[in-house]
């Protein structure tokens, strides 16, 4: 295959098999005409980019039915007010800013800058998502963005102070098209500023479920650095986050527009450190998803073996790579509970377990929860006090239980 972003040769290093859609909940008599595509990652020694060789049609996982809202976790509101709450204070100068968000989803971070009275514009392609932004006040289209997109909203609007995303960057296959768009859009001091999963965090902990259809990329700061710099950009600030298991926040502005932390300069060394730039790291990267494999097949094994129930917590989509490269269906995983109604009464993609609502689970405590939300876990875990108490179990894939 060739590199999205040099065009270099890449060679996939692993392959998790067989996946379908990682959000594609669907309904029984949807499971035989079910999508698969090859799940295979792959990194380029050229631009330093970790990516995914084949990603389905955009159309099929982002549409009017797409399963996930940002709101549903109460820490994820606070974390996009504190985001753009950092925004605000850093970086919108000037009377009557304008911030435009790639994949606004729901809202979340927008109508922060709404209740301000600032200026701002969602760009969102799944209309059922953007709908709920419109009712909390958001200004939002429904459209891809890319150069077009920009163009007609510098028309609309005038260029933007910050072009603004939060896991959807890494969605995004045609990075130049966004480039090419961000410089369109942005002032000529305006920023670029995006929060994505972190591949140095991926790496640390072998949390390989942030793998799925949607995240074409997993970045680091070197590969942003690569694949913004031949447009003009270039890294301006990094931020390390907790969520999502280990998130960075990228901040990037035109070459010699604006001063450069020295956070830039320490994870960059840091991420060489980590060997984030060396095809071996992901050869024992593929090592260590192999033994997270079997180490869960075991574990869930031995419940079962043990007359224990287990159920899972949390239908995400990085579930949807678990259960398929592990090949747990309903026979070790009884149901998931999740709080997303979209989500409930229809089955997980390809391994078809029964998702239910969070009663299911409240109403009838298991043995052993799988956590697979374990990214949501701080939440998570003050609000089951009473089945840890009781004594109720946590497994993840990750090891952390
Ligand atoms: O990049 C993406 C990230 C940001 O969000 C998308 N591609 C899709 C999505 O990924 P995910 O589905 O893995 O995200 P979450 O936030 O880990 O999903 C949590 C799921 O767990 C939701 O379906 C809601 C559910 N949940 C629950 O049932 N009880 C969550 C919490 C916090 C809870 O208490």
Redesign the pocket.
């Known amino acids: 295959m060739k590199c999205r972003i040099c065009q270099e040769n890449i060679t996939p290093f692993m392959t998790y098999g067989r996946m379908p859609i990682a ?1 594609g909940f669907l309904l029984p008599d949807q499971f035989e005409n079910e999508y698969f595509f090859n799940l295979t990652p792959a990194f380029c020694d050229k631009c330093l980019t970790f990516q995914i060789e084949e990603q389905p049609d955009p159309k099929l996982m982002f549409h009017d039915q797409y399963a ?1 809202f ?1 709101r ?2 109460v820490h ?1 509101q606070r974390h996009f007010k504190a985001y753009a709450d950092w925004v605000y204070d850093n970086h919108l100068k000037g009377d009557s800013p304008f911030v435009v968000e790639l994949g606004s989803n729901d809202g979340i971070m927008l109508e922060n800058f709404a209740k301000r009275g600032i200026r701002h514009l969602g760009v969102e392609p799944s209309a059922n998502v953007a709908e709920e932004a419109r009712r909390h006040g958001v200004n939002t289209i429904v459209r891809f963005f890319g150069p077009e997109t920009a163009s007609e909203i510098v028309e609309e609007y005038g260029q933007a102070d910050a072009l603004l995303a939060a ?1 959807v960057m890494c ?1 995004i296959p045609d990075l130049n098209g966004i480039a090419k768009g961000a410089s369109a859009l942005l002032k000529q001091d305006g920023v670029l500023i995006f929060e994505d999963p972190y591949l140095g965090s991926m790496i640390e902990k072998t949390s390989y479920d942030q793998i799925y259809d ?2 074409v990329f997993i970045f680091s700061a070197l590969s942003v650095a690569n694949i913004f710099g031949p447009h003009g950009f270039e890294l301006i600030d990094l931020l390390k986050q907790e969520t ?1 298991g280990g998130s960075m926040r990228y901040v990037l502005a035109r070459k010699g527009a604006r001063s450069v932390s020295a956070a830039v300069t320490k994870i960059l060394a840091d991420e060489k450190a980590q060997g984030l730039h060396l095809s071996e790291t992901y050869d024992s990267f593929r090592e260590r998803c192999e033994a997270s494999k079997a180490r869960l097949v075991r574990l869930l094994q031995d419940e079962k073996a043990a007359g224990r129930r287990v159920v899972g ?6 579930s949807t790579t678990i259960l398929n490269y592990c090949g747990i269906g309903p026979e070790l995983v009884e149901f998931i ?4 109604p979209i ?1 409930q009464g229809k089955f997980t993609p390809g391994m078809h377990i029964p998702v239910k609502p ?1 009663s299911a689970f409240a109403e009838n405590y298991p043995d052993t929860a799988l956590l697979f ?1 374990w ?2 876990k701080a ?2 875990m003050e ?1 089951e006090k009473a089945f840890t108490e009781g004594g109720g179990k946590w497994l993840t894939h990750i090891g952390e239980d």
């Open positions: 959000n996930f940002s549903t976790s994820m896991n969605h949607e995240h999502h917590y949390g239908a995400t989509s990085k509970s999740d709080t997303t989500k969070y939300a990214n949501h939440e998570i609000k």
